[in-house]
């Protein structure tokens, strides 16, 4: 059972930048796709970013430009820098794994942005 522990929410002001980590357990062997999706309150839960084994890397169109997404498979962790953050950016946001068919999601961590 893969688990993923978020890290790096938090407030910070717009025009600010905040950095995202999340290590998934185990190993790197099978995990296909890894990224980030936000859920803003009173919105569906969205893609952001994502990210193959490979380095392909899979954006927002609202975060392209502003947001990099990218992981090290030794650490089995993928990270997503935030710049230019804007307060439509404030939302949860979840840490996403799949591993061979299995998807897992993180408990969530909150980014809040203020004008």
């Known amino acids: 059972q893969v688990q993923l522990v978020e890290s790096g929410g938090g407030l910070v002001q717009a025009g600010g930048s905040l950095r995202l980590s999340c290590a998934a357990s185990g190993s790197s062997f099978g995990v296909i796709v890894m990224g980030w999706y936000r859920q803003a309150p009173g919105k569906q839960r969205e893609l952001v970013a994502t990210?193959?084994?490979?380095?392909?890397?899979n954006y927002e169109d609202s975060v392209k430009g502003r947001f990099t997404i990218s992981r090290d498979n030794a650490k089995n962790t993928v990270y997503l820098q935030m710049n230019s953050l804007k307060p439509e950016d404030t939302a949860v946001y979840y840490c996403y794994v799949k591993k061979w068919d299995v998807e897992v999601w993180g408990q969530g961590t909150l980014v809040t942005v203020s004008s």
């Open positions: 990210i193959t084994k490979s380095g392909n890397a």
